[in-house]
């Protein structure tokens, strides 16, 4: 099984400021097969990332994922708080059919 | 609308037995493989089992397999989860959740959820 490893825990910020949120994996993600979603406090998660990088519909170019090493080490990059940006955010590998998800990271206001 | 709506949820002894359901609008359901996840107070999101669209492939995780059973009815709109012997660590929010690609295992819509407690 993929453990996914999200840091930090907590990420305090302003609105306006970057956020930057890890996430690694125990072993190589094959094929960039990794996702970032989003779950404001009592909604259901939203898709942000797929493939690594690749937005889902309708999420604005400020959100941005990406990969470096050896597929284990992905980032999710807020350029410019928005109030809606503050939430759980988690990644999650697809690489086969025993999908893992990361322990989440949350983005709280300063 | 294009949303999906879980329901079932309930508080249950251990041992005992539960069907959630999830009630999906808005997309032709039967198209789009669909999957089961959950999330236990203070953890991350567990992926718990998969079903094709036209329910032929299922897959479960090891925590699961042999107590939970996934299925589907495509003119209901419906994809369900049967639970038994349920157990403690079994507490979670449960959410249905549609694959977005074929062959990936993404999701691109999620309900809100539907609580399940196991306490005697």
């Known amino acids: 099984e993929v453990v996914l490893t999200q840091s930090p825990g907590t990420l305090s910020l302003s609105p306006g400021e970057r956020a930057t949120l890890a996430c690694r994996a125990s072993?190589?993600?094959?094929?960039?097969?990794l996702a970032w979603y989003r779950q404001r406090a009592g909604q259901a998660p939203s898709l942000l990332i797929s493939?690594?990088?690749?937005?889902a519909t309708g999420i604005p170019d400020r959100i941005s994922g990406s990969e470096s090493g050896s597929g284990t080490d992905f980032t999710l990059t807020i350029s410019r708080l928005e109030p809606e940006d503050f939430a759980v955010y988690y990644c999650?590998?697809?690489?086969?059919?025993?999908?893992?998800f990361g322990q989440g990271t949350k983005v709280e206001i300063k | 609308e294009v949303q999906l709506l879980e329901s079932g949820g309930d508080l249950v002894q251990p041992g005992g037995s539960l069907r959630l359901s999830c009630a999906a609008s808005?997309?032709?359901?039967?198209?789009?493989?669909m999957s089961w996840v959950r999330r236990a107070p203070g953890k991350g999101l567990e992926w718990l089992s998969a079903?094709?669209?036209?329910?032929?492939?299922?897959y479960y995780a090891d925590s699961v397999k042999g107590r939970f059973t996934i299925s589907r009815d495509n003119s209901r709109n419906t994809l369900y989860l049967q639970m038994s012997s349920l157990r403690a660590e079994d507490t979670a929010l449960y959410y249905c959740?549609?694959?977005?690609?074929?062959?990936?295992?993404?999701?691109?819509?999620w309900g809100r959820g539907t609580l399940v407690i196991v306490s005697s």
């Open positions: 493939g690594a990088s690749s937005r």
């Open positions: 079903i094709s669209d036209r329910g032929d492939y299922i």
């Open positions: 959740a549609k694959h977005l690609v074929r062959g990936e295992w993404y999701f691109d819509l």
């Open positions: 999650q590998q697809y690489d086969g059919r025993h999908p893992t």
């Open positions: 808005g997309f032709t359901f039967s198209s789009y493989a």
């Open positions: 072993q190589s993600v094959a094929s960039s097969k």
